[in-house]
């Protein structure tokens, strides 16, 4: 089994819709939470980090459950720039100096 | 947010060639920095771990003797790939642990694209 493992898409959403990302993780001494969004041919970068109170930015809503060793983000209201694929992201430690795990990702296309 | 750069951001070379990709912090130091590799519709796969001032860690199955790394000040760690074959066409990223904030993130550098024909 993969230490991380997400959606397998594509998600093809019109424009407006809300979409939602799963992702599931094997190490239950996880520590930390990622997602980050990749373009095609770049960086991934980083969308937010995921706390077990949930966490929000603007359209997009992160949620963590510890307990399903669960992750999954939220996307409200759609824009084509939303297209991109995502990467829930898992760290074992607790600090940037400790190795993350990265899932396969899940690409998202908005379509107008 | 932090920033780090790589370079080159190209490069194609014939096989058997070794090819050096320079990863730097550009406004802060980074004492860990980590090299993946990222094959067409795959996600980003950990090589090594680089730590200043001593030898980089391998995750298992990539050979320490082809991949060199060098992390010998605190903005700058370098990948030469030795003996490049064609296999070895991929996207290498690196990324720096030691911004201050936020302390948990690791910051991805653009990338560079390897081409071996």
Same mark, same amino acid.
């Given at each position: 089994?993969?230490?991380?493992?997400?959606?397998?898409?594509?998600?093809?959403?019109?424009? &407006?819709?809300?979409?939602?990302?799963?992702?599931?993780?094997? =190490?239950? $001494? @996880? !520590?930390?939470?990622?997602?980050?969004?990749? +373009?095609?041919?770049?960086?991934?970068?980083?969308?937010?980090?995921?706390?077990?109170? &949930?966490?929000?930015?603007?359209?997009?809503?992160?949620?963590? =459950?510890? $307990? @399903? !060793?669960?992750?999954?983000?939220?996307?409200? +209201?759609?824009?084509?720039?939303?297209?991109?694929?995502?990467?829930?992201?898992?760290?074992?430690?607790?600090?940037?100096?400790?190795?993350?795990?990265?899932?396969?990702?899940?690409?998202?296309?908005?379509?107008? | 947010?932090?920033?780090?750069?790589?370079?080159?951001?190209?490069?194609?070379?014939?096989?058997?060639?070794?090819?050096?990709?320079?990863?730097?912090?550009?406004?802060?130091?980074?004492?860990?920095?980590?090299w993946?590799?990222?094959?067409?519709?795959?996600?980003?796969?950990l090589m090594a771990t680089s730590?200043?001032?001593?030898?980089a860690t391998y995750e298992?199955?990539v050979?320490?003797?082809?991949f060199?790394i060098?992390?010998?000040?605190?903005?700058?760690?370098?990948?030469?790939?030795?003996?490049?074959?064609?296999?070895?066409?991929?996207?290498?990223?690196?990324?720096?642990?030691?911004?201050?904030?936020?302390?948990?993130?690791?910051?991805?550098?653009?990338?560079?694209?390897?081409?071996?024909?």
């Open positions: 089994r993969k230490e991380v493992e997400q959606d397998p898409g594509p998600f093809n959403v019109p424009e &407006g819709a809300t979409v939602a990302f799963n992702c599931t993780y094997s =190490n239950s $001494a @996880s !520590q930390s939470f990622f997602w980050y969004r990749q +373009d095609c041919r770049k960086e991934p970068k980083l969308l937010m980090s995921v706390y077990s109170s &949930g966490n929000e930015d603007g359209r997009f809503t992160a949620q963590l =459950n510890r $307990a @399903s !060793q669960y992750i999954s983000l939220l996307i409200r +209201d759609s824009k084509l720039s939303d297209s991109a694929t995502y990467l829930c992201v898992v760290n074992n430690g607790r600090t940037s100096y400790d190795k993350v795990i990265f899932g396969p990702g899940t690409s998202l296309s908005v379509i107008p | 947010g932090a920033v780090v750069s790589q370079h080159p951001s190209w490069v194609i070379c014939k096989s058997g060639t070794s090819v050096k990709i320079e990863c730097r912090s550009l406004d802060f130091q980074a004492t860990t920095m980590f993946y590799r990222q094959f067409p519709k795959q996600s980003l796969m730590n200043e001032g001593s030898k298992q199955g050979e320490k003797d082809k060199l060098n992390h010998a000040s605190l903005t700058l760690s370098t990948l030469t790939v030795t003996s490049a074959h064609p296999e070895d066409s991929s996207f290498y990223i690196c990324s720096a642990a030691g911004a201050s904030e936020p302390q948990e993130t690791q910051y991805f550098g653009p990338g560079t694209r390897l081409l071996v024909l």
